[in-house]
């Protein structure tokens, strides 16, 4: 398994964690790493997806909105919701990663740590989303 996946799962891992506590992000970060994390390798990635999508989750939110259609964010998982979110937040602001990876990186993700329908579900919304997103580049 590749290091950026295993930041991925490390960020999801922190973002499930921040569904159930309130508090500093960096902090709760290094909570989730010293007592889940085996290796510091991805820390500085997983960090970065952390940050970031946090920092981002207003803008992040409202485009997981308006693509689910059927389900209101706050009646999702708390599981899919932390992938959707930290996929969205690489398809929006991580250019250096190619949208399809971030997308087949949250359905496996979704397939390895949720419900039996948890990849179909997160696969749904982030190719709605980055269909929305080539549309507006090709319209300008």
């Known amino acids: 398994m590749g290091s950026r996946r295993k930041a991925r799962e490390l960020a999801v ?10 508090g500093d992000v960096p902090a709760v970060f290094d909570l989730v790493c010293e007592n889940f ?3 510091k390798a991805p820390w500085a990635f997983a960090r970065d997806l ?7 989750v207003t803008v992040i939110d409202e485009m997981i909105r308006r693509s689910s ?5 706050e009646r999702m998982s708390r599981l899919d919701r932390s992938i959707l979110r930290l996929a969205v937040y690489e398809l929006l602001y991580k250019e250096d990663i190619p949208p399809k990876v971030s997308i087949d990186e949250a359905v496996d993700l979704g397939k390895r740590f949720g419900n039996v329908e948890s990849g179909k579900f997160i696969n749904g919304i982030l190719d709605d989303i980055y269909s929305s997103m080539r549309g507006k580049i090709t319209t300008q």
Do not use: A, D, I, P
Request: a positive charge.
């Open 37 to 39: 994390s085996s290796r």
């Open 13 to 22: 891992q922190v973002l499930f964690c921040l569904e159930f506590l309130e």
């Open 69 to 73: 259609r059927n389900w209101r964010l």
């Open 50 to 56: 952390v940050l970031g999508t946090c920092k981002k």
